[in-house]
C-alpha cells in the first residue's frame, strides 16, 4: 500500500449534496430551482410536446390522408417458404391455422394470406383465410388443395 493508491471505504464517501435542506447545506434556498416561474413550483409537470405556449410542432404540422377503421391486416406467406419447411420436415401434407402457429408463421388470430412467390414441389392442403391467384394456381398445379377459411 503506497500513498497513491489510499482510497475511502466504499460507501464512505456521499458523492451527492442532499437538495432543500437548509442554507447551511449549500443546496437551501431555492433549492437548485432557481427564482419564481412555473418549474419552481412544486407539482410541476410538463406536457409531452409542450414548447412554452408556442405552437407545438404536432399541431403545426399538415395533416392528409385518411385511415380505414375497417381495414383488414393479412399476414403474408409465400410458397417458397412453405416449401422451405416442407423440405426441412416441419410440414407434412396439411397446412392450417394451427400448423402454422405451431411454425410460428402467424399468431392465433392473425389473417393470413398466401402469395404466389416460389414454387410448390409438393401436394399440400391449404386451409387459409385468403389466396391470391397466383397461388392458388399453384397449389393446384401441385396437386393440393387451397380450401378458404
Do not use: W
Not at 416460389?118 to 397461388?135: D, M, Q, R
Amino acid at each position: 500500500m503506497q500513498l497513491n493508491n489510499l482510497r475511502p471505504a466504499k460507501g464512505a464517501v456521499k458523492t451527492s449534496k442532499r437538495i432543500g435542506r437548509g442554507q447551511g447545506s449549500g443546496k437551501g434556498g431555492t433549492a437548485t430551482r432557481g427564482h419564481k416561474g412555473q418549474k419552481s413550483r412544486s407539482g410541476y409537470s410538463r406536457k409531452i410536446g409542450f414548447e412554452g405556449g408556442q405552437m407545438p410542432l404536432q399541431r403545426r404540422v399538415p395533416k392528409f390522408g385518411f385511415t380505414n377503421i375497417n381495414r383488414k391486416e393479412y399476414n403474408g406467406i409465400n410458397l417458397d417458404k412453405l416449401q422451405e419447411f416442407v423440405d426441412s420436415g416441419k410440414i407434412k401434407d396439411t397446412v392450417n391455422m394451427e400448423v402454422l402457429c405451431a411454425i410460428k408463421l402467424a399468431r392465433k388470430n392473425d389473417l393470413v394470406k398466401i402469395l404466389g412467390r416460389g414454387e410448390l414441389k409438393v401436394k399440400l392442403n391449404i386451409t387459409v383465410h385468403k389466396f391470391t391467384v397466383t397461388a392458388k394456381a399453384a397449389i393446384e398445379k401441385a396437386g393440393g388443395e387451397a380450401v378458404t377459411l
